[in-house]
DNA sequence: GTTACAGTTGACGTATACGTCAACTAAGGA
DNA sequence: TCCTTAGTTGACGTATACGTCAACTGTAAC
């Protein structure tokens, strides 16, 4: 079940390109084992790989999804010190979801009263339309 | 209840810089009224400039807050032909919200048990710290 | 062995979203 | 009238996120 993946299999499954892959690389968001010179990436990596595009989507850029993918996939639990900070970014970073949220709730509303005006207006000239070709 | 705000204003109301207002002016954001070359902005610029930041907050490229905005902000109803077309951006740009909200609730989620652990963790420290120091 | 092909490392190019600076202008106060 | 201040238009610079091409390499099949 960990067959490693070509840089070209992983580039078509998340429809990117290998300098894409690379370039995350090159980011820090993603470390694929090597033989060689060929890079060799992992399930690991590949769970990596979709958080960073999930943070994408969202708006962060890549050093922003670097932080977030390090939260959930961290090396060892460290001491008090890390902890208080790994709860700190946690906590920064949530805010700036729920802020995502309440603007993405906010668009939905509107955009379903703009639709509702769209269908109404729509209805008026399909009536019309009836009427004058009766 | 119409007085326009200067550029200065805007800015630091949206903590923007005039700038980034002009920027957006330039990409059809936003057309403020001129009072020869001075640029007074109205509360529907600033309006506009409301709906184009929350874009920006998610993820969309200025060209897209251009094209969402022009969606909420339209200066004629149109024809049934530029109604439909209307609808369909509309469910366009609804489905990737719903995709946002989805990435959201996913690391909302993750990040939920991560600091959950790390609370736990903390908390397995601070007994060790209380039962060394008595 | 060699041919084909996938992969690699630079290096430069490009689109987006502004920052920064220079040079000019228009308006209001001393 | 002169000066200060806010605003204007270029023009070039910069960070991010890759695209693109060139030149080389390693590996697998014949």
Redesign the interface.
């Known amino acids: 079940m960990d067959r490693p993946y070509s840089i070209q299999q992983l580039a078509q499954e998340f429809d990117l390109t290998p300098r894409a892959l690379r370039f995350y690389e090159d980011k820090g968001l993603i470390a694929p084992a090597r033989r060689g010179t060929t890079r060799l990436y992992s399930d690991r990596d590949r769970t990596r790989l979709r958080l960073a595009l999930?943070?994408?989507?969202?708006?962060?850029s890549l050093e922003e999804c670097r932080e977030?993918i390090d939260?959930?996939d961290p090396g060892q639990?460290g001491?008090?010190r890390q902890?208080?900070r790994?709860?700190d970014k946690?906590r920064e970073?949530?805010a700036q979801?729920l802020?995502?949220?309440r603007?993405?709730e906010?668009?939905?509303g509107?955009?379903g009263e703009?639709?509702a005006k769209?269908?109404a207006?729509?209805l008026k000239?399909?009536l019309n339309v009836r009427r004058v070709s009766q």
């Open positions: 999930r943070g994408k989507r969202l708006g962060f977030i939260l959930y639990p001491g008090a902890l208080l790994l709860c946690i970073h949530r979801l802020q995502k949220l603007d993405i906010a668009t939905l509107t955009m703009v639709e769209c269908l207006e729509l000239i399909d």
